[in-house]
């Protein structure tokens, strides 16, 4: 039948939306289809889970309670006026609600679940938790309203009759029964509760027909009212009439009398506080805004709508346009009908008007009872979403487990806890404004993730709902910013901090930390990356101005460690890029196995704390790899213009990320690399000096780290152990700016030199190596230079570059002598012989002035290009530097260093 063949489509066409997701097949999350199913759970609809809840949270205490309150202190022109500011902030913000509804599946959580999944899950979740403990305050605010209007009402000396007992104990006990009622309801599921909504609000727009109704009867009455006069010697008490007049008894004129009194502020007193000083503007303005911020009541069923991507925004806008139009309604009618005082007497007014008064008292009592439900409900579903994303742990987990057919028990009963020792705690009236700006809060937030996905422009952020722009968003922002701090300024700034404080702890506490829901953060950071990143033009590179952009090219990390980390404080803020080869041919596999090892080396920049990106690619050969990173590494102008390679020789390494003496040691990496006991095919010598010449060709500066694996943090950092004697014992930066495969004396200024120079530099102005000291090396022949002229020469340079350095002019006549001249060579520079016995000579007299260095810097001579002689220059590349500290052997190929403004 069609049934079974959708079903079939279904499951067919499953593997495909999973594609489309981002998820392959065989993964267990679930798939597009998968998010927007199991609609069985999901009982309401738009009139049951969105305008009814939405509808009587909106009404509360303000339909019936608070208008004589409005109109009698603003006048109706401002009283209009502030309902219509009021409602262009919630109009705005609820555009935000629909646009993010509707922008993909929804589940529960409201608007915990919307932020956790836009602005990712500390932010979502200390939203969350505050608008969570709102709802609770809330459900028993609207709990003790509900019980004050019975027990005033028809308690001891009420208007109706006098059944109730009172007192602060029974007024629990009252609570206590209420609240009972309401988790049992919630319990049942969320049919009940709509159903029990739609019959709340059947009533409650029933009463309030009610009294709309007898604004036009032939009615009249007079209540007089005992009026406490004060001037500055004394006081007296003089009588007032509040009068009321139906608009079928009164004269045209009349009405219109009436209407002129009422038209114009008149801020004198509180109806339900006489003894209260003169409410304002803006306190008049918190109290009715207050009033209608349940314009969430129905995003936080979003797990019990059957379609919440078109309920919510129906729903909510619909409940917008009615709460709108009945309080507009209201306020005409009572301007036309009541004079001020009995405005400013009396919030109860509607009973001297109405031709059955139980009307207004069952109005009071169903729509708090409805707000106190919807509170503990919505909160309910709040507290379920956190404990399923494990917010908090283990802490939450046994609400998990507390479900009965898709119904959170467990939340619903922890939650009618909460609100139960609310009831004890007292004094909640002195915390309401804190309620009405942490849902102020949340709202603001809702904004704010919906500018930002506006701003950021992701392709995947395309509403179906269409009446949405970044205007609406930025309005609905301001708007219920401003209104947190006019309500309350030391309540808003206690749920800023309190939200801070929650963001803080989430982030370094929270398990979900590490989830990965999408962050509109990292849209925002993409789209001004890409901003400035175009803005960064090549064209207007200046030498003042250059950094190290550095590509360091690393063969296997488990022995690289220390030379990435110690590299990561030589970028100077520049672009740091880890790069690394993998032999082989994209044809011969059936995906790409650099994929895989990409997270590696993204957990183990992490675990070294270095600030750098990773470039993996795949080649048939090192060397042609390491010419695709140094073309394709980087973006426009941020691209490496310096590559470190490390130093092929036949030195056994240790395991930095296995070994447990390494302060790099990690056991969690023991599958992520290739072990260094294990086979591999060594770079050729020819190949590795033809990648250094290939660099070289690409215009870009090049350095040989080698034996970096001795940089001992304990003999390099004197914080790293104190009281030993050890500690800090390598205290020097060496640069020596001599050419040793040369006989000639080496020009201090060319490109290589200043680049050592600079790189030195750069290193000594890290904080943990500007302890170090620099010392700069040069050597001369006794019998051809003048050597004080040389040092000078050498003092002036540094003085000029702004390097401070303890310089040393060496003589090395015993080695110059050693290097012989090819004479069959007959191009224009000559060549030189290197013989074995010179080179372990060099080493030595280096090695003589490296007792305390950490790090040395020395010149690397351009590679020959004929191939057949790699190997030997190679060779005494590895004589030279043999057994010596931790050395970067360098070649500069652009001016680095500005002497100029």
């Not at 309801?185 to 109704?213: D, H, P, Q, R, W």
């Not at 749920?495 to 803080?504: E, G, V």
Request: with cysteine; hydrophobic share 45%; glycine share 6%.
């Amino acid at each position: 039948n069609s049934d079974d063949m959708s079903s079939s489509l279904i499951a067919g066409q499953r593997d495909l939306f999973r594609s489309l997701s981002g998820h392959h097949p065989d993964e267990s999350s679930p798939s597009v289809l998968d998010s927007t199913q199991s609609t069985s759970a999901r009982t309401l609809g738009t009139l049951k889970g969105v305008f009814a809840p939405v509808s009587l949270s909106m009404f509360s205490a303000l339909l019936f309670l608070r208008i004589g309150y409005i109109v009698g202190n603003a006048g109706y022109l401002e009283a209009i006026l502030l309902f219509v500011i009021a409602y262009v902030i919630l109009i705005s913000t609820v555009v935000s609600i629909c646009a993010i509804a509707t922008n993909g599946a929804v589940k529960g959580g409201g608007v915990y679940f919307m932020l956790s999944r836009t602005m990712g899950p500390e932010f979502g979740g200390s939203v969350g938790v505050l608008f969570y403990f709102a709802n609770v305050v809330c459900s028993a605010l609207y709990v003790t309203a509900c019980v004050e209007g019975i027990v005033k009402n028809i308690g001891p000396g009420g208007n109706f009759a006098q059944i109730l007992p009172a007192g602060p104990w029974w007024n629990i006990l009252y609570c206590s029964v209420i609240n009972i009622l309401n988790c049992l309801i919630c319990v049942i599921g969320a049919e009940i509760f709509g159903k029990m909504s739609l019959i709340i609000l059947t009533v409650v727009v029933i009463c309030c027909g009610n009294v709309i109704a007898s604004f036009f009867l032939p009615a009249e009455s007079v209540i007089p009212y005992n009026v406490t006069v004060f001037n500055a010697t004394n006081n007296w008490t003089e009588t007032e009439y509040g009068t009321f007049v139906g608009l079928s008894k009164n004269s045209l004129h009349g009405v219109m009398e009436t209407w002129n009194s009422n038209l114009y502020p008149q801020f004198t007193m509180d109806c339900a506080d006489h003894d209260s000083s003169p409410p304002t503007f803006f306190t008049v303005f918190g109290v009715l805004f207050s009033g209608v911020t349940g314009i969430m009541a129905g995003a936080n069923l979003s797990g019990e709508l059957k379609h919440p991507s078109r309920s919510i925004p129906q729903g909510t806008l619909s409940a917008c346009l009615f709460t709108f139009i009945t309080f507009v309604m209201l306020c005409t009618l009572t301007a036309l009908t009541c004079n001020p005082v009995l405005l400013h007497q009396d919030c109860l007014y509607m009973v001297e008007l109405t031709f059955w008064k139980w009307f207004v008292l069952i109005g009071v009592v169903m729509a708090t009872w409805s707000a106190s439900i919807s509170n503990l409900i919505g909160g309910s579903r709040i507290l379920q979403a956190v404990a399923e994303d494990t917010m908090f742990g283990p802490f939450l987990h046994f609400i998990t487990k507390g479900k009965l057919n898709d119904n959170p028990i467990a939340a619903v009963t922890v939650t009618a806890v909460f609100v139960q020792v609310c009831f004890f705690l007292g004094g909640l009236n002195q915390i309401a404004q804190l309620c009405s700006v942490m849902f102020l809060l949340s709202y603001a937030s809702v904004n704010l993730a919906c500018l930002g996905l506006d701003l950021a422009s992701a392709p995947n952020f395309r509403p179906s709902f269409k009446y949405f722009s970044w205007h609406t968003s930025l309005v609905g922002l301001i708007g219920t910013s401003v209104m947190m701090f006019l309500i309350s300024p030391l309540f808003a700034a206690v749920a800023i901090l309190l939200c801070l404080s929650l963001i803080l702890a989430l982030n370094f506490f929270s398990p979900a930390r590490h989830a990965n829901w999408g962050s509109i953060s990292q849209a925002l950071i993409f789209h001004q990356v890409r901003k400035y990143l175009l803005l960064l033009d090549p064209r207007k590179d200046h030498v003042k101005f250059w950094r190290p952009q550095i590509l360091l090219l690393v063969h296997n990390p488990r022995s690289a460690c220390a030379l990435i980390d110690f590299v990561n404080a030589m970028k100077k803020g520049g672009l740091y890029v880890l790069g690394h080869v993998t032999r082989g041919e994209l044809t011969d596999s059936l995906e790409d196995p650099v994929a895989k090892e990409y997270p590696d080396w993204l957990s183990l920049v992490d675990h070294l704390k270095v600030k750098a990106f990773v470039e993996v690619t795949m080649a048939s050969s090192v060397r042609k790899g390491i010419e695709q990173l140094v073309r394709v590494s980087g973006i426009g102008a941020m691209k490496p213009n310096t590559i470190l390679l490390g130093f092929r020789d036949e030195n056994v390494h240790l395991d930095d990320l296995m070994e447990s003496s390494s302060p790099f040691c990690q056991p969690t990496f023991n599958h992520s690399f290739k072990s260094l006991t294990q086979d591999y095919q060594k770079i050729s010598p020819e190949d590795y000096v033809g990648a250094i010449l290939d660099i070289l060709k690409l215009h870009k500066n090049i350095g040989l780290c080698r034996n970096f694996q001795h940089l001992n943090r304990l003999e390099v950092f004197s914080s790293e152990l104190k009281f030993r004697v050890r500690a800090g014992r390598k205290r020097y930066l060496d640069v020596w700016l001599v050419n040793f495969f040369s006989r000639d004396d080496t020009n201090v200024t060319d490109d290589t030199c200043l680049f050592m120079l600079q790189l030195a530099c750069i290193v000594n102005m890290v904080p943990k190596w500007r302890k170090h000291e620099l010392r700069v090396f040069i050597c001369v022949n006794a019998a051809d230079s003048d050597i004080a002229g040389r040092e000078a020469d050498l003092l002036r340079l540094l003085e000029v570059l702004r390097i401070k350095a303890q310089t040393f002019v060496l003589i090395w006549d015993h080695l110059s002598t050693m290097i012989k001249t090819n004479i069959s060579h007959h191009e224009e520079e000559p060549e030189y012989v290197l013989t074995n016995e010179y080179l372990v000579e060099a080493n030595e007299f280096i090695l003589s002035k490296c007792t305390q260095t950490a790090v040395s810097f020395i010149y690397l001579p351009r590679p020959p290009t004929p191939t057949h002689t790699h190997t030997q220059y190679l060779d005494n590349l590895e004589k030279l530097t043999r057994g010596l500290p931790p050395a970067i052997l360098v070649h500069g190929v652009s001016p680095v260093i500005s002497t100029t403004l």
